[in-house]
T-cell receptor, first 111, second 117 residues
């Protein structure tokens, strides 16, 4: 079945880079996404990558996809306190609308 | 990006009552909307897919009669939690796709926190 796993917690110092990792099991993923959720709020789409791509960069965000190992990562350069939130990776399966979400990684940025 | 609005943001109700949550697409028409449920410190679980003008498609294990979904217009989907009980307390989030754009991108509302006493 479909399963998406993330580490639960990451703590980084302000100005350092953060790397959030995600593994998934379904090889028919078409798109993979990163969403950000601040306390008590909905989800904000940060970036996404098509499954035939290896890397995508968007300003401070870099997404790396290793399809062979079914591993997705999100690197945030120059992490700021405003980046503190929960980050969810998600995958869409085949041609369906369905999104499978990971367990979420809580990123805490300290001064 | 596209804007999806949810109302109310927080609701407290007595056990046995029904609660309606609205999800609106503000600057686009959404033929398909999605309803998710999120328990504290957990991930989002898809409950159902709401299709304008037709019946919703529910995920396995989600009670259709408990969670009534109506998508009567291209900008509004509603989720009604009927005869709510404390175990229904959760964070409910809707999302919508923008027609004409990448069909795999979903934009999310801010969520509704339901507390059943």
């Amino acid at each position: 079945g479909e399963d998406v796993e993330q580490s639960l917690f990451l703590s980084v110092r302000e100005g350092d880079s953060s790397v959030i990792n995600c593994t998934y099991t379904d090889s028919s993923s078409t798109y993979l996404y990163w969403y950000k959720q601040e306390p008590g709020a909905g989800l904000q789409l940060l970036t996404y990558i098509f499954s035939n791509m290896d890397m995508k960069q968007d300003q401070r965000l870099t997404v790396l996809l290793n399809k062979k190992d079914k591993h997705l990562s999100l690197r945030i350069a120059d992490t700021q306190t405003g980046d503190s939130a929960i980050y969810f990776c998600a995958e869409s399966i085949g041609d369906t609308d369905k999104l499978i979400f990971g367990t979420g990684t809580r990123l805490q940025v300290f001064p | 990006g596209a804007v999806v609005s949810q109302h109310p943001s927080w609701v407290i109700c007595k056990s046995g009552t029904s609660v309606k949550i609205e999800c609106r697409s503000l600057d686009f028409q959404a033929t398909t909307m999605f309803w998710y449920r999120q328990f504290p410190k957990q991930s989002l679980m898809l409950m159902a897919t709401s299709n304008e003008g037709s019946k919703a498609t529910y995920e396995q294990g989600v009670e259709k009669d408990k969670f009534l979904i109506n998508h009567a217009s291209l900008t509004l989907s509603t989720l009604t939690v009927t005869s709510a009980h404390p175990e229904d307390s959760s964070f409910y989030i809707c999302s919508a796709r923008v027609p004409g754009l990448d069909k795999n991108i979903q934009y999310f509302g801010a969520g509704t926190r339901l507390s059943v006493l």
